[in-house]
T-cell receptor, first 112, second 113 residues
Framework: KNQVEQSPQSLIILEGKNCTLQCNYTVSPFSNLRWYKQDTGRGPVSLTI?????NTKSNGRYTATLDADTKQSSLHITASQLSDSASYIC???????????FGKGNQVVVIP | NAGVTQTPKFQVLKTGQSMTLQCAQDMNHEYMSWYRQDPGMGLRLIHYSVGAGITDQGEVPNGYNVSRSTTEDFPLRLLSAAPSQTSVYFC????????????FGPGTRLTVT
């Protein structure tokens, strides 16, 4: 069973609108949780890294939240732009090793 | 500062052929790793290295070999390519610390016929 589950699998949003992506994980204990953006045909690029003690972290129009008690994280995209069309991957780093657990990604398509 | 580079970008192999995917980084990162990405699946770790001369297996190591003779380079060898190895391969690097940001290369798209 995948240790990191993301939802929705895909969504289409209008340019300028907000959206929220969900990530549920079972990795425990964990060191940090990351969100990556992957454009089509490119490697993932880090958006945020949060330790278990952090609740929120922002990177421009991207805001990630973390609830370590419920093992849930979300990524909120504000005022979406066409360039936000990408796959967003939730990644959990277990405590004590570098073997990251990857979600399958949320595929976001922004339309004009 | 080129970051993480990978070559080739695309490759087509016949079943049974061997090849090496190249990966290099210029950030003096100790940790380097190889992943494969298949449709509908998250990235899966193939092999990783925490420094020159040190390598270890990841989640899906069968059919692949690695070596780490320098800090900069971490090549991935396919010994006898199989159609099941058709995938997109990503190399990544970071410092060894737990919170270290991992930098990914642009990927190599491999097709085995």
């Amino acid at each position: 069973k995948n240790q990191v589950e993301q939802s929705p699998q895909s969504l289409i949003i209008l340019e300028g609108k907000n959206c929220t992506l969900q990530c549920n994980y079972t990795v425990s204990p964990f060191s940090n949780l990351r969100w990556y953006k992957q454009d089509t045909g490119r490697g993932p690029v880090s958006l945020t890294i949060m330790t278990f003690s952090e609740n929120t972290k922002s990177n421009g129009r991207y805001t990630a939240t973390l609830d370590a008690d419920t093992k849930q994280s979300s990524l909120h995209i504000t005022a979406s732009q066409l360039s936000d069309s990408a796959s967003y991957i939730c990644v959990v780093s277990p405590y004590g090793n570098n073997r990251l657990a990857f979600g399958k990604g949320n595929q976001v398509v922004v339309i004009p | 500062n080129a970051g993480v580079t990978q070559t080739p970008k695309f490759q087509v192999l016949k079943t049974g052929q061997s090849m090496t995917l190249q990966c290099a980084q210029d950030m003096n990162h100790e940790y380097m790793s190889w992943y494969r990405q298949d449709p509908g699946m998250g990235l899966r770790l193939i092999h990783y290295s925490v420094g020159a001369g040190i390598t270890d297996q990841g989640e899906v190591p069968n059919g692949y070999n690695v070596s780490r003779s320098t800090t900069e380079d971490f090549p991935l060898r396919l010994l006898s390519a199989a159609p099941s190895q058709t995938s997109v391969y990503f190399c990544a690097s970071s410092y060894v610390g737990q919170g270290s940001e991992q930098y990914f290369g642009p990927g190599t798209r491999l097709t085995v016929t």
